[in-house]
């Protein structure tokens, strides 16, 4: 059974940092595309960032370039995100999901079940 | 950037009842479209990929049709277990959501 578990989440205040982990396991984890998705409370979803498996390229909502920073430590079945220069709007639960392809692009086949930044003094 | 609309916002209907849903896209994405199913407070869950191809477990009461801008999720006979809201997202170029559908009981 494929899981995804978010960790890393909590309070921080406006223009602070925090780094966001995802330990997936029952798949392959450096085969598959990864990505993260958000959404504010009471909102809709939001994509904020995905990574290929190879790492090679990594992509970015432009309401966080510059900001937010996507890695993955294959070796350990982690994936990450950064958030830096954060802003009470960045406020949201963070799902991380698993990409899937069969050609083409990929979308997200497996989700976690979410970590809550909340931005505010 | 490929936007997404998706209509109506909200749904009401009965248990039984056959409900269709709208997403359109702001320019062509040919079938690169998902959908996903969410209930308050839980993770989204895949129901559609490729426009038209039922995720594993999603029950046969799911349809979805489409291609280019408009597509369609339909949901043959609502169960009990139908009532929430429902995203497209497109994955021809990155990733956009559209604003959801909510269904929600008469």
């Known amino acids: 059974e494929v899981q995804l578990v978010e960790s890393g989440g909590g309070l921080v205040q406006p223009g602070g940092s925090l780094r966001l982990s995802c330990e997936g396991s029952?798949?392959?984890?450096?085969?598959?595309?990864l990505g993260w998705v958000r959404q504010a409370p009471g909102k809709g979803l939001e994509w904020v960032s995905s990574v290929p498996y190879s790492a090679v390229n990594t992509y970015y909502a432009d309401s966080v370039k510059g900001r937010f920073t996507i890695s993955r430590d294959n070796s350990k079945n982690t994936l990450f995100l950064q958030l830096s220069s954060l802003r009470v709007d960045d406020t949201a639960v963070y799902y991380c999901a698993k990409g899937h392809s069969e050609g083409g692009g990929y979308w997200f086949d497996s989700w976690g079940q979410g970590s809550l930044v909340t931005v505010s003094s | 950037d490929i936007q997404m609309t998706q209509s109506p916002s909200t749904l009401s209907a009965s248990v039984g009842d056959r409900v269709t849903m709208t997403c359109r896209a702001s320019q062509s994405i040919s079938n690169w479209l998902a959908w996903y199913q969410q209930k308050p407070g839980k993770a989204p869950k895949l129901l559609m990929y490729?426009?038209?191809t039922l995720a594993i477990g999603v029950p046969s009461r799911f349809s979805g049709s489409g291609s280019g801008t408009e597509f369609t999720l339909t949901i043959s006979s609502l169960q009990p277990d139908d009532f929430a809201t429902y995203y497209c997202q497109q994955y021809n170029s990155f990733w956009t959501f559209g604003p959801g559908t909510k269904v929600e009981i008469k």
């Open positions: 029952g798949f392959d984890f450096k085969n598959y595309a």
């Open positions: 490729q426009a038209s």
